[in-house]
């Protein structure tokens, strides 16, 4: 497969907008994994090869399972996962999807019982953001597996 062009190239202020809004997510108190774990859910309903190379590998590197990552696009059926887990997975589908043009009540309850208002905020803005990267990465074909995680603190 070959990227149709580089977006970040073609126009560095999309990018660096991006990286914006990504700086925010990491920065705003949401556990790493769980992040991820939702990035690697919305890139999975999106079909975004790059992203679901990504994050998978930086989840790895941070000692996340390879059950778990198996696991992920069946999670209702998977007992791996914590509630916070389930919530924030029910909310992402529910968010990324917009089925019937909303999100349904008794997803916003489950999502509403494991965070607080700012937390689903930061969440929702977590899955704007990564269906963000998809909607680039899969509309310009950019290429997966080239991706490296960074090396894991060992003070974490």
């Keep these: 497969m070959e990227a149709r062009m580089s977006y970040a190239k ?27 774990l939702v990035r690697v859910r919305a890139s999975q309903i999106n ?42 997975l029910a909310w992402t589908e529910a ?3 917009l089925e019937h043009k909303h999100v349904p009540d008794e997803v916003y309850e489950q999502a509403r019982q494991q965070f607080s208002e700012k937390e689903l905020a930061d969440l929702t803005l977590a899955i704007v953001e990564i ?10 074909q950019t290429v997966a597996g080239g991706y490296q995680p960074k090396q894991q ?4």
């Design 47 to 88: 079909g975004c090869a790059y992203c679901l190379d990504m994050h998978s590998k930086d989840l790895r590197a941070r000692g996340e399972s390879e059950q778990r990552l198996y696991l992920l696009d069946a999670w209702r059926e998977a007992p791996f996962y914590t509630d916070r887990e389930r919530a924030a």
């Design 153 to 156: 603190s060992a003070h974490k």
């Design 131 to 140: 269906n963000g990267w998809n909607r680039l990465n899969v509309s310009f």
């Design 10 to 36: 073609a126009a560095p202020g999309v990018f660096k907008a991006m990286l914006g809004l990504g700086a925010y997510v990491n920065e705003c108190g949401l556990e790493e994994n769980l992040l991820d």
């Design 95 to 97: 968010v990324t999807l």
